[in-house]
């Protein structure tokens, strides 16, 4: 079962992600936090698999949260869960660790697949923020195009860090030292003219139908 803190600052919304998940026996909902700092003090005394955190928060934002997070819970996954798509939040809630980026607009049915799914490991973002962070970062229409700079190792090291993985499952699945895997990346960013392997991530999930 996985574990589940509900960070937000509005007890409505806590209320309903309870109900909503409190319906699924594959989520345990271990408790609530009203921002960032709060959630920081509940992960100090009770173990959480998956955070659902708001972004606009008091005291402490989502998006700075995530960053402490990150660094104190590393195996902690973190959904960022807000009804903003602006692109100032979504860069830096993933530059500073997030694994999901999700509009409150979605239904329990695909939450709960979320949650499934960055649990396992997955980096996932609703579709209307993957093309919001896809257009941002490089013209979508000459992606075939610039993809096929890549050679064909850096072709399926791209699509693996397209499905979340990270450099030493990379390494296991191709057979490869987890510092080759590493010199790949780099000069798959380079050829790319990406920042980093998060902005890959993206554009792997964006370009999936059409390479």
């Known amino acids: ?4 803190l509900i960070v937000d600052d509005q007890a409505l919304i806590r209320e309903g992600l309870n109900l909503m998940l409190d319906l699924y026996d594959v989520v345990r909902i271990v408790g609530e ?5 709060e959630a920081i003090d509940f992960l100090e005394k009770e173990e959480v698999d998956v955070i659902l955190m708001d972004i606009r928060m008091p005291l402490m934002d989502g998006v700075e949260a995530t960053r402490v997070l990150e660094d104190k819970y590393p195996n902690t996954k973190i959904i960022i869960l807000t009804t903003f798509n602006e692109d100032e939040y979504i860069f830096e809630g993933l530059k500073n660790g997030a694994d999901g980026y999700v509009l409150k ?22 579709g209307d923020v993957a093309r919001t962070l896809a257009s941002a970062v490089i013209d979508k229409k000459d992606s075939k195009k610039v993809f096929h700079r890549l050679t064909p190792r850096e072709s399926e090291i ?12 990379i ?17 798959i960013l380079d050829k790319l003219e990406l920042r980093d392997r998060t902005q890959l991530a993206l554009l792997m999930k964006e370009w999936k139908k059409d390479i």
């Open 171 to 187: 390494g296991e699945i191709l057979f490869i030292t987890e510092g080759t895997v590493k010199n790949h990346v780099t000069k």
């Open 158 to 169: 791209a699509k693996l860090i397209g499905k979340g993985k990270s450099n030493k499952e």
């Open 1 to 4: 079962m996985i574990r589940v």
């Open 33 to 37: 936090a009203n921002n960032g700092k």
């Open 105 to 126: 607009d979605v239904s329990s049915k695909e939450l709960v697949n979320i949650i499934k799914s960055v649990y396992d490991g997955d980096l996932f973002l609703h």
